[in-house]
Nanobody, 125 residues
């Protein structure tokens, strides 16, 4: 059973930084494409960033230049480094993984089989 466990969320002032981590267990980490999504209250779950085993990365336009996704195969963990945070980045952040993802669908939440429980990020103004 594949499990994803996020950590690292919290409260930060605008302009600050946070690093989220997502530990993947129960499967062969290198098989999985991974991504971060976020969901603010009353809104849909939005794509944030993607990384696969080939080190291909993709970012949503609203985080380009501020967020960085990375993978540590030895620790089977995906990270999201978030800098220059803004109040509009406030959301629950979710980690997702899939072993059979079609890369062209990497921005679509419905394409991922496995999800973490989410971690709250709150950015105060």
């Amino acid at each position: 059973q594949v499990q994803l466990v996020e950590s690292g969320g919290g409260l930060v002032q605008a302009g600050g930084s946070l690093r989220l981590a997502c530990e993947v267990s129960g499967g062969t980490f290198n098989r999985y494409a991974t991504a971060w999504f976020r969901q603010a209250p009353g809104k849909e779950r939005d794509f944030v960033a993607f990384a696969d085993r080939y080190r291909t990365t993709t970012y949503a336009d609203f985080v380009k230049g501020r967020f960085t996704i990375s993978r540590d195969n030895a620790k089977t963990t995906v990270y999201l480094q978030m800098n220059s945070l803004k109040p509009e980045d406030t959301a629950v952040y979710y980690c997702a993984a899939d072993a059979n993802l079609i890369v062209s669908s990497r921005r679509m939440a419905a394409q991922y089989d496995y999800w973490g429980q989410g971690t709250q990020v709150t950015v105060s103004s």
